[in-house]
T-cell receptor, first 115, second 115 residues
Framework: AQSVTQLGSHVSVSEGALVLLRCNYS??????LFWYVQYPNQGLQLLLK??????LVKGINGFEAEFKKSETSFHLTKPSAHMSDAAEYFC?????????????FGQGTELSVKP | DAGVTQSPTHLIKTRGQQVTLRCSPK?????VSWYQQALGQGPQFIFQ???????QRGNFPDRFSGHQFPNYSSELNVNALLLGDSALYLC??????????????FGPGTRLTVL
């Protein structure tokens, strides 16, 4: 069975500050991990993904995430927050094709950016 | 390059009615997955279609059914609507490559309100 836990349902940072959104996963098979972003009244946009290649993954809009197997974590970071980063962020896991490719999502973290 | 499209964008129904939601996958994709996102929650996997067959199903009752057409587009049908079916319904498309389902890309969603 697979699961995802996102620590903190709401994170608030100042513009220009470091963004850190936490994600821990549980998986009985080597995981594929994803971060998606959702702006109000929109669908999900892929930020980045880990698929067993490099453990440090770079995504769009300056975001990156590091896969740490020993900590079962896949935290999302951005060095300097921008007002346009305010949105809901979802971490997701899948076990690949053998698992049917279904994504298991966390509850989400709402990021607020203060001017 | 057209992304995933869904119709309609919004829908209002009453309890007991039936509804059909539609999804066209991203160009070149052959797999469609459906997710339900209740307010304030992460998306929950409903089912996935590949080669016009349901390949995997989440924990949803038989009131939820689907179909995939030869052109890879898909429909989600919900019968005997309940108030709890009110949610954003997301469609995601992907491509099977070498037996592995690749990254899922999401559409903008259909907002269903059941009164």
């Amino acid at each position: 069975a697979q699961s995802v836990t996102q620590l903190g349902s709401h994170v608030s940072v100042s513009e220009g500050a470091l963004v850190l959104l936490r994600c821990n996963y549980s998986s009985s098979v080597p995981p594929y991990l994803f971060w998606y972003v959702q702006y109000p009244n929109q669908g999900l946009q892929l930020l980045l993904k880990y698929t067993s290649a490099a453990t440090l993954v770079k995504g769009i809009n300056g975001f990156e995430a590091e896969f740490k197997k020993s900590e079962t974590s896949f935290h999302l970071t951005k060095p300097s927050a921008h007002m346009s980063d305010a949105a809901e962020y979802f971490c997701a896991v899948t076990g690949g094709y053998n698992q049917g490719g279904k994504l298991i999502f966390g509850q989400g973290t709402e990021l607020s950016v203060k001017p | 390059d057209a992304g995933v499209t869904q119709s309609p964008t919004h829908l209002i129904k009453t309890r007991g009615q039936q509804v059909t939601l539609r999804c066209s996958p991203k160009s070149g994709h052959d797999t469609v997955s459906w997710y339900q996102q209740a307010l304030g929650q992460g998306p929950q996997f409903i089912f996935q279609y590949y080669e016009e067959e349901e390949r995997q199903r989440g924990n949803f009752p038989d009131r939820f059914s689907g179909h995939q057409f030869p052109n890879y587009s898909s429909e989600l049908n919900v019968n005997a609507l309940l108030l709890g079916d009110s949610a954003l319904y997301l469609c995601a498309s992907s491509l099977v490559t070498s037996g592995r389902i690749d990254t899922q890309y999401f559409g903008p969603g259909t907002r269903l309100t059941v009164l």
